[in-house]
């Protein structure tokens, strides 16, 4: 069965801690990946996508790593700021190209 | 190049009415997609339209809802003599044809149901 397990389900930091979000995945045949930040009450805005070949993708202060043979992914956030607070959600999509399987996504919350 | 736009962004109906969603992909998109949220739940695939072609609706319950996406305008949504259970937000998500697999998203139409 396909599925999209995100851990943890909620976290709270400190402004200007670092943090890791963790995202496994049983979907196949695998296509890509993608991380989605939503702001409350916002649609989801993509911050990265990783194909099968690609291990790790920078945006900013945010970095994705893929492991491929675990089916792993993670997002470090870096320097975390009161804006970063949201759901960030995984994305996996298979390569027949409109099938997509959404994480419940990690709430974030970053507190002064 | 404007996003995808979803309109109205909050809706209120009273049970048994009806609603109606509007999304407007992004300019050269072809494909949408219909996602509901519940409170504090993930994004659930409702359904997923080329232009004038239902392609995937899986995720659509099976009555009471249906999509379209006309040669002509937006991609609606509707939701016939809605029920409490309604009550979600719903993103409407694009992609073009080289690119299906990349999805971008509107801000989404929060419909209350009293």
């Known amino acids: 069965k396909n599925q999209v397990e995100q851990s943890p389900q909620s976290l709270i930091i400190l402004e200007g801690k670092n943090c890791t979000l963790q995202?496994?995945?049983?979907?196949?045949?695998?296509?890509?990946l993608r991380w989605y930040k939503q702001d409350t009450g916002r649609g989801p805005v993509s911050l990265t996508i990783?194909?099968?070949?690609?291990n790790t993708k920078s945006n900013g202060r945010y970095t994705a790593t893929l492991d491929a043979d675990t089916k792993q992914s993670s997002l470090h956030i870096t320097a975390s700021q009161l804006s970063d607070s949201a759901s960030y959600i995984c994305?996996?999509?298979?390569?027949?190209?409109?099938?997509?399987?959404f994480g419940t996504g990690t709430s974030l919350t970053v507190i002064p | 190049n404007a996003g995808v736009m979803q309109n109205p962004r909050h809706l209120v109906r009273r049970r048994g009415q009806e609603a109606r969603l509007r999304c407007s992909p992004m300019?050269?998109?072809?494909?949408v997609y219909w996602y509901r949220q519940l409170p504090e739940e993930g994004l659930k695939f409702m359904v997923y339209?080329?232009?004038?072609?239902?392609?995937?609706e899986s995720g659509m319950p099976k009555e009471r809802f249906s999509a379209e996406f006309p040669k002509e305008g937006p991609s609606i949504l509707r939701i016939q003599q809605v029920v409490r259970g309604d009550s979600a937000a719903y993103f409407c998500?694009?992609?073009?044809?080289?690119?299906?697999?990349?999805?971008?998203f509107g801000a989404g139409t929060r419909l209350s149901v009293l």
């Open positions: 998500a694009s992609s073009d044809l080289l690119a299906k697999n990349i999805q971008y």
């Open positions: 995202c496994n995945y049983t979907v196949s045949p695998f296509s890509n």
């Open positions: 990783m194909t099968f070949s690609e």
């Open positions: 994305v996996v999509s298979l390569n027949t190209g409109n099938q997509f399987y």
């Open positions: 300019k050269g998109h072809s494909h």
């Open positions: 339209l080329q232009k004038e072609n239902i392609i995937d």
